[in-house]
């Protein structure tokens, strides 16, 4: 139901008609109806035409995951591009390392291939952001993607050389990827109020978060099907052929210009554009907390570094222990995300965001006490579930509060914070592991967050009291 709660009174005029004659004298003259934005059309009749408004996304009461967004065919074509390339990127991701220790024998060099991609992440996700600030984003989204699927061709190339492929040409090539995917993805995430509306915000994040979900659950597992079967080139040609779907789909966007505008692009702009950004968030204290929050919660119980270390000593007796720690995070956020219907309700998006780390990092106390592996699992499949809730709500604040001509640079900043804050949090647990335990390596920093939370809500209180429909009421 998209109409109005109930029928106007019987001999009322209809909502939106002028009344009949002229208004009695002293009343105030009728009011026009807000102008709604127009939304995409649908690309099949025409890509880069304007539709007729649609009504705004249903509230669904349900528990379910909201699917109300992919009746917008703008999104729906963002949404099976993400859907199209998250299997192949997760194969990629798995190849990648498995094909340098297949070369090198060597797991440092494995552990160098991740710094290899990383560093292009971090400088191209806050320049990738400045970009999608200042040209068309459907422009942008599909020269990355061209330039991504032309990289994972190359990487089939690479594999099939003599030898199993070249060490050096093989960190060339995923430098690149993970560059392109550096620019791509702030543009991406930056579309979405435009396509959705602000209210449909939190319920497309649900979705595409969750599909990512599932793309780290499925396509490792293929992957590994695939690697076993000595067909690691496969891995590599999957990836190419979804980033070539994902292409295909995106050029039915109309044009997506950041505040309805753009201008000419200048890498001197762009990496001023960097530290404008950075002077705007410093005067936004809700969306500084976004990245803050997160970073706490993941430098102080990012639990994967001790996975190896538990899987061999407390859980030794299970079998495939080490692949159950790895999945249990992701399965409680998969779980999470298909019953998401109400996350996409929420209205004090501050204070839930708070709420949901306070779960993760009580769920990771439990997680570093847990005596047995499905002990273990669930406590990690909770931290997954509270983490979801965090990052569905973290994004929508930083797409809705943030004005348009800015959504790119903080999707930028967001896509290195999410990127870089697991790997300090891999340091933290490692290095507080060997010197005292796994167990204080866990439980100090579970304790540490609730604090933190605790904390952030007493000096922060525009965070605590944060709510939605002030967004969408402007």
């Not at 995951?65 to 194969?91: C, E, H, K």
């Not at 494995?110 to 040209?135: C, E, K, Q, R, Y």
């Not at 509306?197 to 990512?212: D, Q, Y």
């Amino acid at each position: 139901m998209s109409g109005p709660a109930g029928d106007p009174p019987p001999g009322d005029p209809p909502p939106g008609d002028p009344p009949p004659g002229d208004p009695p004298p002293g009343d105030p003259p009728p009011r026009e109806p807000p102008p709604r934005e127009p939304l995409p059309a649908d690309p099949v009749e025409g890509a880069g035409e304007v539709a007729e408004p649609v009504p705004a996304p249903v509230r669904r009461r349900g528990w379910a995951i909201d699917t109300s967004p992919l009746r917008n065919p703008g999104y729906r074509r963002l949404f099976w591009g993400v859907t199209a390339t998250m299997i192949g990127q997760q194969m990629t991701l798995v190849a990648v390392p498995f094909q340098v220790y297949a070369l090198t024998r060597d797991s440092l060099l494995v552990g160098v291939t991740s710094i290899v991609a990383l560093v292009p992440l971090v400088v191209f996700g806050l320049l990738g952001g400045s970009i999608a600030d200042a040209m068309d984003r459907r422009t942008l989204m599909i020269v990355t993607g061209v330039g991504s699927a032309v990289t994972s061709a190359l990487l089939v190339a690479q594999a099939l050389l003599p030898g199993g492929g070249n060490l050096w040409l093989l960190w060339v090539l995923a430098a690149a990827v993970s560059g392109f995917t550096a620019v791509n993805q702030p543009a991406r995430s930056a579309v979405i109020p435009a396509l959705v509306g602000p209210e449909g915000v939190p319920a497309a994040n649900a979705l595409a978060m969750t599909v990512r979900q599932a793309g780290v659950i499925v396509g490792p597992l293929l992957a590994g099907v695939l690697i076993g079967a000595g067909d690691l080139f496969l891995a590599y040609v999957v990836d190419a052929v979804t980033l070539v779907v994902a292409v295909v789909l995106l050029r039915g966007l109309p044009p997506l210009p950041p505040g309805g505008r753009t201008g000419p692009l200048r890498l001197g702009a762009a990496v001023r554009g960097v530290g404008e950004g950075f002077a705007f968030l410093r005067t936004q204290p809700v969306l500084l907390m976004t990245f803050v929050v997160d970073v706490i919660a993941m430098l102080f119980a990012w639990p994967q570094a001790v996975f190896p270390e538990l899987s061999e000593g407390r859980y030794a007796g299970s079998p495939n222990s080490l692949g159950w720690l790895y999945a249990g995070v992701s399965i409680g956020a998969l779980l999470m995300g298909l019953t998401s219907g109400w996350v996409s309700r929420v209205d004090r998006q501050g204070a839930v965001v708070l709420a949901a780390i306070v779960v993760w990092g009580l769920a990771i106390v439990g997680f570093g006490l847990a005596p047995s592996l499905w002990l273990a699992v669930l406590c990690l499949a909770v931290a997954g579930a509270g983490d979801m809730v965090s990052a569905v709500l973290r994004s929508s604040m930083l797409q809705t509060a943030a004005p348009d001509e800015m959504r790119g640079r903080m999707q930028g900043v967001f896509l290195v914070v999410v990127a870089g804050g697991p790997r300090l949090g891999d340091l933290r647990a490692g290095a507080v592991a060997s010197a005292a335990g796994v167990g204080v390596a866990m439980v100090s920093g579970g304790v540490v967050i609730v604090v933190a939370m605790v904390v952030v809500a007493l000096l922060v209180p525009s965070f605590l009291h944060f709510r939605a429909s002030q967004v969408v009421a402007r």
